[in-house]
């Protein structure tokens, strides 16, 4: 640091006297211009405090002004994802939230509900005869809604969808809370869809105005007669009858179809929605149930590439044997479901056939699904399995040149060839049923013609 040295000479005593008398008038100027300045920044300051003052209340204003806009365009700022949306009733708010992956229940349930432990607690407790609320699915949506008059930091009612027919609904009353199934309102409107096929029926369905469900619904319907992916001929024809749903002003998913016609190879084929007591399903045109013991096939998107035959030259072996099943080409990991209801023999790995699958069913036949890049879940054997469900997933496994299925039945322990299977109609409609039956039939005679 830098340091000053003051050297002090002793004046002589007027000389003194002069210099006191000039440093008491220098202190006194700079005294009177210390206060000039404070005065002076005194009143800056003032100035600015009631410029700043003005500012501020002109924008209490025009906040205050603009206070209901505000509150109006809450509701269309739930564009951005990371907020809930908020809709406004007469009496309610209601705050919706979509499940998204890593969405955790209890942390959905606190931040979009305001339920605490215990309350979550609750809700899982009463719900838990109707619905896991543990396993909510992504994409599903949860509604809250609050009451503004009592308790508006904890949702009294909330809502979720379980599928597109029916909704779980929480409410709470105090700290009670209550559960129960619902079927969802929606605003119907019968409605006609039909084409000719000239693409793929997936395509023509689609451009006739039937949602992808929808088209997949008719597959569905119709699969123990038609198989939609190796028998579906140019120029085939088809005609439905659904409804098409609305709800809340916005479109829903399509509901039933009413009454269908597809028109194969030139042979018609019928289906109606008919409810037998609740128990709704499908029926032909003589009121038989559509339902058969066995699918037309254990899958989709796949093409034939060896039939059921007693000559064929095997691809590995290159020798003439007996193919007493029908093998279906498709990418691997394409699903593959059970035939019909039974019960799992066995699901292993076994020389040749690789993974594979079979299962016994009633009447005496059995089923089995080879070459299986991997089992579905529970795959064991003793394991009941149902119409549909999923056994595994198309692989190349065992004595295989590509991905495929080989998918055989017998009966009795006779091959049987599950492409010409001539399976009984399902049981018909009796008495007051068959006459309800029949007039609604009526009602759809004339559209499909």
Same mark, same amino acid.
């Given at each position: 640091m830098?340091?000053?040295?003051?050297?002090h000479?002793?004046?002589?005593?007027?000389?003194?006297?002069?210099q006191?008398?000039?440093?008491?008038?220098?202190t006194?100027?700079?005294?009177?211009?210390m206060?000039?300045?404070?005065i002076?920044?005194?009143c800056?300051?003032?100035?600015l405090?009631?410029?700043?003052?003005?500012?501020?209340?002109?924008?209490?204003d025009?906040?205050?002004g603009?206070?209901?806009?505000?509150?109006?365009?809450?509701t269309?700022?739930?564009?951005?994802?990371?907020?809930?949306?908020?809709?406004h009733d007469?009496?309610?708010?209601?705050?919706r939230?979509?499940?998204?992956?890593?969405d955790?229940?209890?942390?959905i349930?606190?931040?979009?509900?305001?339920?605490?432990?215990?309350?979550?607690?609750a809700?899982i407790?009463?719900?838990?005869?109707?619905?896991?609320?543990t396993?909510?699915?992504?994409?599903?949506?949860l509604?809250?809604?609050f009451?503004?008059?009592?308790?508006?930091?904890?949702?009294?009612?909330?809502e979720?969808d379980?599928?597109?027919e029916?909704?779980?609904?929480?409410?709470?009353?105090?700290?009670?809370?209550?559960?129960r199934?619902e079927?969802i309102a929606?605003?119907v409107?019968?409605? &006609?869809?039909? +084409? !000719?096929?000239e693409?793929f029926? *997936?395509? /023509?369905?689609?451009d006739? @105005?039937?949602?992808?469900?929808?088209?997949?619904?008719?597959?569905?319907?119709?699969?123990?007669?038609?198989?939609f992916t190796?028998?579906?001929?140019?120029?085939d024809?088809?005609v439905?009858?659904y409804?098409?749903?609305?709800?809340?002003?916005?479109?829903?998913?399509?509901g039933?179809?009413?009454?269908a016609?597809? &028109?194969?190879? +030139? !042979?018609?084929h019928?289906?109606? *929605?008919? /409810?037998n007591?609740?128990? @709704?399903?499908y029926?032909?045109?003589d009121?038989?149930a559509l339902e058969?013991?066995?699918?037309?096939?254990?899958?989709?998107?796949r093409?034939?590439?060896?039939?059921?035959?007693g000559?064929?030259?095997h691809?590995?072996t290159?020798?003439?044997?007996?193919h007493?099943?029908?093998?279906y080409?498709?990418?691997?990991?394409?699903?593959?479901?059970?035939?019909a209801?039974?019960?799992?023999?066995?699901?292993?790995?076994?020389r040749?056939?690789?993974?594979?699958?079979?299962?016994?069913?009633?009447?005496?036949?059995?089923t089995?699904?080879?070459?299986l890049s991997?089992?579905?879940?529970?795959?064991?054997?003793?394991?009941?399995?149902?119409?549909?469900?999923?056994?595994g997933?198309?692989g190349?496994?065992?004595?295989?040149?590509?991905?495929?299925l080989?998918?055989?039945?017998?009966?009795?322990?006779?091959p049987?060839?599950?492409?010409t299977?001539?399976?009984?109609?399902?049981?018909?409609?009796?008495g007051?049923?068959m006459?309800?039956?029949?007039?609604?039939?009526?009602?759809y005679?004339e559209i499909l013609?």
């Amino acid at each position: 640091m830098e340091r000053h040295h003051q050297y002090h000479v002793k004046k002589p005593v007027h000389a003194q006297r002069l210099q006191e008398l000039h440093d008491t008038s220098h202190t006194k100027w700079k005294k009177m211009i210390m206060i000039f300045l404070i005065i002076i920044c005194a009143c800056v300051a003032f100035l600015l405090y009631k410029k700043m003052h003005a500012n501020n209340q002109s924008m209490a204003d025009d906040m205050h002004g603009d206070a209901q806009n505000v509150t109006e365009q809450s509701t269309e700022s739930a564009s951005d994802a990371s907020q809930p949306e908020v809709s406004h009733d007469a009496e309610d708010s209601i705050v919706r939230h979509e499940v998204g992956e890593g969405d955790i229940p209890a942390d959905i349930f606190s931040e979009y509900g305001g339920f605490d432990v215990n309350d979550t607690l609750a809700i899982i407790d009463v719900s838990e005869e109707l619905f896991d609320f543990t396993h909510v699915k992504i994409g599903q949506e949860l509604r809250f809604y609050f009451d503004d008059t009592h308790d508006a930091e904890r949702a009294t009612r909330m809502e979720y969808d379980r599928n597109t027919e029916k909704m779980i609904i929480v409410e709470r009353d105090g700290d009670d809370f209550t559960a129960r199934e619902e079927r969802i309102a929606y605003d119907v409107t019968e409605t &006609v869809a039909e +084409g !000719t096929i000239e693409n793929f029926f *997936y395509v /023509d369905a689609l451009d006739a @105005g039937l949602s992808e469900a929808t088209v997949l619904d008719v597959g569905d319907m119709f699969s123990f007669s038609i198989d939609f992916t190796t028998e579906i001929r140019t120029g085939d024809t088809f005609v439905f009858v659904y409804d098409k749903r609305m709800r809340d002003g916005k479109p829903a998913p399509d509901g039933y179809i009413r009454a269908a016609k597809f &028109v194969n190879d +030139g !042979t018609p084929h019928y289906a109606y *929605y008919f /409810d037998n007591d609740g128990e @709704g399903g499908y029926y032909d045109s003589d009121g038989h149930a559509l339902e058969r013991q066995f699918l037309k096939a254990p899958l989709s998107y796949r093409r034939i590439t060896s039939g059921f035959t007693g000559a064929r030259l095997h691809p590995i072996t290159k020798k003439v044997s007996a193919h007493y099943q029908i093998d279906y080409a498709a990418p691997t990991g394409t699903p593959v479901v059970a035939s019909a209801r039974g019960t799992v023999m066995s699901a292993r790995f076994e020389r040749g056939w690789g993974n594979i699958v079979r299962v016994k069913h009633d009447n005496g036949y059995t089923t089995h699904y080879a070459h299986l890049s991997a089992f579905a879940k529970g795959m064991t054997a003793g394991a009941h399995v149902a119409q549909g469900e999923l056994v595994g997933y198309v692989g190349s496994t065992g004595w295989s040149t590509g991905p495929h299925l080989d998918y055989g039945m017998r009966l009795n322990g006779t091959p049987v060839n599950p492409l010409t299977l001539v399976q009984p109609k399902g049981a018909p409609l009796e008495g007051e049923k068959m006459t309800q039956f029949k007039e609604m039939q009526q009602k759809y005679a004339e559209i499909l013609h």
